[in-house]
């Protein structure tokens, strides 16, 4: 039996410190379409027109999980027949009626859409780029890329693998040169049987496990989507061969002589991916990471942490001391280097975060730089401190429920990765205004640091409290009703919001999708409202 991976797609974003990328070429303004009850008739007809005339395209139709009989449509942006990388439309109808309308839409191109290049050449020019023993993965897309001197450049977008990173690239149809490239990983910091096991941080945890004769497979067929957790050993030529080719096989599957799990990470990678299935579908109604119940596919004990020293800060930081979300369903979690970290599969919310960016995946597309970046990593960290919530007692000691991410895991100062409650004490901004590196390569525009922005947006809605930046105060919903405000975020991100979100986009978009599940009178859309405007977002 053999598991396959599909080609990896945009979004994938991290959670612990971002490696430097490249540096992009400036997007051009993009039309921001964003409805209101007095213009989603305008809009609308505008919208019809774009898709008569072949501006848009229907790319993906959602089905609303939290309000029957909704629908929302992604029509993608399109030139001459191409797609325009990052333009993108929702549309969310009541049957025959457009309730509301979001998104971006790249403006005045006008460009020959013809290549000079061919495919072939591009995916050549690719993997040169990249050096020795990196292969083109899948064929090339030719499209318009936002950005350079002339505002637009017909380019060929091109997946390619390579030892130790997976890369997107942009190659200039006509001239060959790279445009732009960045690493598609953004690091983070069927006989079915219950077994049981003890985690990295001494919880007894259920494990959902196959027999097959006189093993246990860790695989769990008691959901919809099958989970696998593999163990490459932390053997490395395992590790580059699956870099390289994208294939797991059963025989990596983690095992056991008996139905009582003796490895803590596996124990916790198997419980913890069950736990996000069952929130999302239970809490919003959706059917794993894609709505269709993807298989889920956790890798443990990729590189051996006893080998930290052998490798460069750059291995351990990516591979070692992080988690990383690979897309399709696969998730890495790294061993932790026993100084730094611990076993990153020993944290709920770890897990959660790097799942989430599956849901993102298979939805907005956020894209992992700048403001679309930060809303990314935010919604990763407003979901994994909802399911904290759900399963864990709250309180600081270990696996129990805080507004931080990682501190279970996490062995230096601070003791976590970020804070929802204060973002200042874990080097977050906590206000717009304070908005940083956006347009740089630092932390790929600041996805990690701006992140907290939105996720604080999340806790005073929630919590309530001050923002230290902006001194205004939100009473909040109260702890009893997270769910409530965590399903007004869940949808909109989901459903709403779009590749080139900005923080804008998002407040809209939340109070969007709290109007239409409580009404514009709610509590629940006066407390995210004001939670918005405490933190600097209009």
């Known amino acids: 039996m053999r598991l396959r991976l599909a080609a990896l797609v945009a979004g994938l974003v991290a959670l612990v410190s971002a490696s430097t990328a490249a540096q992009r070429p400036l997007s051009p303004p993009a039309m921001v379409i964003a409805s209101t009850p007095q213009t989603i008739g305008a809009w609308d007809a505008r919208v019809r027109a774009m898709l008569q005339n072949g501006q848009l395209d229907i790319g993906r139709l959602q089905r609303d999980s939290l309000i029957s009989g909704r629908t929302h449509v992604r029509l993608d942006q399109r030139y001459q027949g191409l797609p325009v990388f990052g333009g993108q439309v929702v549309r969310q109808q009541s049957g025959q009626t457009t309730i509301s309308v979001f998104g971006r839409f790249f403006q005045n191109i006008s460009i020959n859409a013809k290549p000079t290049l061919t495919a072939a050449a591009a995916a050549h020019a690719a993997v040169a780029a990249q050096g020795a023993d990196s292969v083109a993965s899948g064929p090339p897309v030719l499209g318009v890329l936002p950005g350079g001197s002339h505002g637009y450049v017909l380019a060929y977008r091109v997946l390619v693998r390579a030892p130790w990173d997976i890369q997107i690239y942009y190659i200039d149809a006509n001239t060959g040169a790279v445009v732009s490239h960045a690493s598609r990983i953004k690091k983070d910091q069927a006989a079915a049987a219950i077994g049981s096991g003890t985690g990295v941080n001494g919880d007894r945890e259920k494990v959902s496990a196959n027999q097959s004769g006189g093993t246990y497979q860790a695989i769990d067929v008691m959901r919809p989507a099958v989970t696998f957790t593999l163990d490459f050993g932390g053997n ?3 590790f580059n061969s699956f870099f390289t080719s994208g294939q797991v096989f059963l025989s990596d599957v983690a095992t056991s002589s008996s139905n009582t799990w003796t490895d803590p990470v596996v124990v916790d990678a198997s419980a913890y991916q069950g736990m996000f299935y069952d929130y999302v579908y239970k809490v919003m109604g959706r059917s794993g990471i894609d709505d269709a119940n993807l298989q889920v596919v956790g890798i443990t004990h990729p590189l051996s942490r006893s080998d930290a020293g052998t490798y460069s800060s750059d ?50 597309q956020l894209g992992g730089t700048d403001e679309p970046g930060a809303l990314n990593e935010a919604f990763s960290d407003i979901m994994a401190t909802a399911i904290e919530f759900a399963y864990q007692p709250p309180g600081n000691g270990k696996d129990q429920a805080d507004w931080l991410i990682g501190e279970d895991v996490t062995l230096t100062a601070p003791g976590f990765i970020r804070s929802l409650e204060d973002p200042q004490a874990g080097g977050g901004v906590d206000n717009y205004s304070k908005i940083r590196d956006i347009g740089t390569s630092n932390d790929n525009g600041g996805v990690h640091e701006n992140s907290t922005i939105a996720s604080h947006a999340f806790y005073l809605a929630v919590h ?17 009703n997270l769910d409530r405000v965590a399903k007004a975020f869940y949808r909109g991100f989901v459903f709403m919001l779009g590749p080139n979100s900005t923080f804008s986009d998002a407040r809209r978009a939340t109070l969007q999708a709290a109007q239409d599940l409580y009404g514009s009178t709610s509590n629940e859309y006066a407390q995210i409202q004001q939670a918005w405007t405490a933190v600097g977002v209009h």
Do not use: C, K
């Open 315 to 364: 291995i351990v930081g990516n591979y070692i001391d992080n988690a990383l979300y690979l897309g399709d369903g696969t998730i890495l979690y790294g061993d932790g280097d026993g100084q730094t970290f611990t076993y990153l599969a020993g944290a709920l919310d770890v897990v959660a975060h790097e799942l989430t960016h599956g849901i993102t995946d298979f939805s907005s």
């Open 236 to 238: 490395p030529a395992r």
């Open 464 to 480: 309530g409290g001050t923002n230290r930046t902006s001194g205004m105060s939100v009473q909040g919903v109260g702890m009893a």
